[in-house]
């Protein structure tokens, strides 16, 4: 069983950083499409970011435009993670943010909240 779990969420200001982190278990995290989505309070969950698998493309990235050149998503195979680097944040940022694993099947993590504010 593929188990996803998210972790790096908080309060941070505007302007600042965060780095998110996806563990993977159960599964290569190389041999998925990983990515990021988000869901803002009383909004549909929205793309943020993915890499490509290994065996696809290697570390090619594709980025939702509200976040292109803020954010970095990049895959770690020796930890089997995957990290959201976040920068230059803005509130509306905020939401839950979901690590996503894709072959056939899409696994979920749980989530983590990230808040955008002074």
């Known amino acids: 069983q593929v188990e996803l779990v998210e972790s790096g969420g908080g309060l941070v200001q505007p302007g600042k950083s965060l780095r998110l982190s996806c563990t993977v278990s159960?599964?290569?995290?190389?041999?998925?499409?990983m990515g990021w989505f988000r869901q803002a309070a009383g909004k549909e969950r929205e793309f943020v970011a993915s890499v490509a698998s290994a065996g696809w493309s290697g570390m090619t990235s594709y980025y939702s435009d509200s976040v292109k050149g803020r954010f970095t998503i990049s895959r770690d195979n020796t930890y089997n993670a995957v990290y959201l680097q976040m920068n230059t944040l803005k509130p509306e940022d905020t939401a839950v943010y979901y690590c996503n694993a894709f072959t056939v099947v899409d696994y979920w993590g749980q989530g983590t909240q990230v808040t955008v504010s002074l």
């Open positions: 159960g599964g290569t995290v190389s041999r998925y499409q």
